[in-house]
Nanobody, 116 residues
């Protein structure tokens, strides 16, 4: 059974940092491209960042470029999202997503709230 478990969310002040983790099990993690999405309250889920299976390629949404960094540790079956210079508009539920061909798996999400 495939499981993606996000952690690391919480309440942080504007300008602060958080590191999200997504631990994967039940799949050949190093064969999957990994993505982070987020869904702000009352809005649709949107793509935040992508990292290739080997970690050699990344993509970032314009809204977070230069502030967030996606990385992965294939030995630990874990993908990370380092979030710096957080803004109130980064408040959202953050989800990790594993994709390979027609296989597509989601975690349950972790809440990030940026507020003073």
């Amino acid at each position: 059974q495939v499981q993606l478990v996000e952690s690391g969310g919480g309440l942080v002040q504007p300008g602060g940092s958080l590191r999200l983790s997504c631990a994967a099990s039940g799949l050949s993690f190093s064969n999957y491209g990994m993505r982070w999405y987020r869904q702000p309250p009352g809005k649709e889920r949107g793509l935040v960042a992508i990292i290739s299976s080997a970690g050699s390629s990344t993509y970032y949404a314009d809204s977070i470029k230069g502030r967030f960094t996606i990385s992965r540790d294939n030995a630990k079956n874990t993908v990370y999202l380092q979030m710096n210079s957080l803004k109130p508009e980064d408040t959202a539920m953050y989800y990790c997503n594993a994709v390979q061909s027609h296989f597509n798996y989601w975690g349950q999400g972790t809440q990030v709230t940026v507020s003073s």
